[in-house]
């Protein structure tokens, strides 16, 4: 900018704003600190019951249950999740309409434990829900089920419906998971999972990370889904086996402080936080998530699940999927982050009416922990157009007439 120009400007412009609101005060060493709360949360403020499903030899599934009337809602989270990522999604739905939910940890996920977790085909994953479900109501009829999966999830709950492993089925819901994107990203997985942390200091760093990698955008979502994909390096066991119920350990009692600096650094990261707005830090990645030479034995977390070992199983999971999901008779509905995810049977398929397809937009992969509110009223709206359940009285107003 010439000296002419500053000149013009000096006068039409608003006097520059300190750069530190310490400045403001006249001390320039303050600095703006903004305060998160990190530290974990229960399962039990989401969901009514947790459940140990024996299923199958040497196989106990946890499940996470709530409600007690009108059709099930089968939750299948997504690879390397568990089945606290459906926690606030639950504690929606069960307000809008009529209905049970169960949300599943998966074969060699959260905390179930079976005799053999390293075998995560689709087809012993599918046979896995159908075994669960008959184990859940053993004795009785189990009700109708609207079968709900996200990423891997979909991918399973759309086999699940496919190989008729459950006769009960009567609407299948898959979130964000289309076989071509799909197909064509597990060629840089591999990279993808190599730029995670090995290992965190702490669960309350771990969900720090969650929130500014981007892996969820809802911060409530993060602390109670989180601490699910994580395992004591030590114990060797779940994170979530440290949660007692309704309580918080000592080491995580201490909330986090995230520090909002007004001043860019070449040398700060830019993260991105569930507000939408950006934070420049001055903490390196070490310092934040710490390397296995810096964490003490006693404390840190590791994932639950190592994906890159269960490679030769991802293709399995995507490969045909979307002839599958438009062969499968119940109402269908796909929900996604974003249009540009439709490969070409899909588009032809929705253009032909098979299946109701909803975009929500300015939320993440992981849908249904971003925007639990959005996905549940969707899925409300769905069961409730097909006369699957009625909704609740508080939220009768919100439906149109069927």
């Known amino acids: 900018m010439s000296d002419l120009q500053r ?32 530290t974990p949360l229960s399962w039990d403020s989401y969901f009514e019951k947790r459940l140990d499903v024996h299923a199958g030899e040497g196989n106990i599934f946890r499940v996470y249950t709530a409600g007690n009337s009108g059709p099930l809602l089968l939750l299948l989270h997504g690879g390397g999740y568990s089945g606290l990522s459906w926690a606030l999604f639950c504690s929606e739905i069960v307000k809008m309409v009529e209905c049970q939910v169960a949300a599943i940890d998966l074969r060699g ?47 399973l709950a759309v086999h699940t419906a496919y190989s008729e492993y459950i006769s009960s089925i009567i609407g299948l819901v898959v979130i964000d998971v289309v076989e071509g994107t799909a197909m064509d990203a597990l060629q840089s997985m591999q990279s993808v999972l190599r730029g995670r942390p090995t290992l965190f200091s702490s669960l309350e760093k771990a969900i720090e990370w969650c929130i500014r990698s981007g892996q969820v955008r809802n911060l409530e979502s993060a602390r109670i889904s989180m601490p699910g994909q994580l395992k004591s390096v030590l114990a060797g066991a779940p994170a979530t086996s440290i949660l007692k119920d309704g309580e918080i350990p000592e080491h995580c009692s201490n909330i986090l402080q995230t520090q909002t600096i007004l001043e860019e650094k070449e040398d700060g990261i830019q993260f991105q936080q569930d507000n939408n707005d950006s934070v420049t830090t001055s903490h390196s990645p070490d310092e934040v998530f710490k390397t296995p030479h810096q964490t003490s034995e006693s404390t840190h977390y590791t994932w639950r699940i190592d994906l890159s070992k269960t490679e030769k199983y991802w293709a399995g999971w995507f490969k045909g999927l979307s002839s599958m999901f438009l062969s499968c008779s119940p109402p269908k509905m796909l929900l996604l982050a974003g249009i540009d995810r439709l490969d070409k049977d899909l588009t032809i398929g929705q253009m032909q009416g098979k299946f109701q397809m909803q975009v929500l937009p300015q939320c993440g992969h992981a849908v249904h922990e971003d925007v639990p509110d959005k996905v549940a009223e969707a899925i409300a709206t769905f069961m409730v157009r097909h006369r699957f359940t009625s909704p609740t009285s508080d939220f009768s107003w919100t439906f149109p007439a069927c």
């Open 109 to 155: 996920h959260g905390e179930t434990t079976t005799s053999n977790d390293d075998d995560l085909s689709a087809e012993t994953l599918a046979k896995d829900v159908g075994d669960v479900l008959q184990a859940m109501y053993e004795d009785e009829e189990p009700p109708p089920v609207v079968l709900i999966g996200h990423s891997m999830g979909g991918a």
């Open 7 to 38: 000149k013009i400007l000096k006068n039409k412009l608003p006097p520059a704003s300190p750069r530190h609101l310490g400045e403001i005060r006249g001390d320039t060493s303050k600095r703006l600190t903004r305060m998160r709360d990190y």
